[in-house]
Each structure stands twice: as structure tokens, then as C-alpha cells.
Nanobody
């Protein structure tokens, strides 16, 4: 059983930056595909960014390309999401997900789901 704990959310002005972290325990982190998803009020959860086991491949939703960067530190069992140029529409609860299966396309990240989930961290972008 993999346990995921997100942190780093908060209130930020539009145009600002935040870095989210997700610490994993209970599994072999280096063999987990890790992803970030978000859910805004009244909307379904959506894929934001994903990273392969070793960090060599990354995947992004179109709406965050060029603004968000996903990375991982396998020595610290942690995955990060650096969010720059935040916009009002980025406000959401951000969830970390983990899966033993690699996902080789954005479509797979969007549709396959994740085996394990954290409880989320709230990001609120203000004007």
C-alpha cells in the first residue's frame, strides 16, 4: 500500500508561483509512475502532469505547458510540481497519484486512472 501526502498549497496572487510536493511511503518509489491532477469546484478531476519511473519522460496537459514543471527525487521519495504564472483558473485541489504501470502518452494519463491517491492540497489563486 502506497501512502501519498501532498503539501505546498495555499493562497497566491495571479502571476505568482507555488511548488507542490508529494511525499510517498509504503512502496518502491522508483518503480511508480507519479502524476498531479486537480479538481476545481463543480468540475471533474483532471490530469495536470505526469512523470515516468526514472524521471526521463514527462507529460503535461495543454493548459499547463510552459508554466508547470513536474520533477521527482527518487532519493527523497518525493515528486514536485513547480507552478509558475498562476492564473485564476488554476485554483483547485491538487492531488498526487501513483501507479505501478508506466503511462506512455498523455491520453493514458488522462484516461487510465491511478492506483493510489493522496488527499490533496488546496491552491487558491486570487486577482
Amino acid at each position: 500500500q502506497v501512502h501519498l501526502v501532498e503539501s505546498g498549497g495555499g493562497l497566491i496572487q495571479a502571476g505568482g508561483s507555488l511548488r507542490l510536493s508529494c511525499a510517498a511511503s509504503g512502496g518502491t518509489f522508483r518503480t511508480l509512475a507519479m502524476g498531479w491532477f486537480r479538481q476545481a469546484p463543480g468540475k471533474e478531476r483532471e490530469f495536470v502532469a505526469g512523470i515516468s519511473w526514472g524521471g526521463g519522460s514527462t507529460y503535461y496537459a495543454d493548459f499547463v505547458k510552459g508554466r508547470f514543471t513536474i520533477s521527482r527525487d527518487n532519493a527523497k521519495n518525493t515528486v514536485y510540481l513547480q507552478m509558475n504564472s498562476l492564473q485564476l483558473e488554476d485554483s483547485a485541489v491538487y492531488y498526487c497519484g501513483a501507479d505501478k504501470w508506466e503511462k506512455a502518452t498523455v491520453e493514458a494519463w488522462v484516461s487510465d486512472g491511478m492506483e493510489y491517491w493522496g488527499k490533496g492540497t488546496l491552491v487558491t489563486v486570487s486577482s
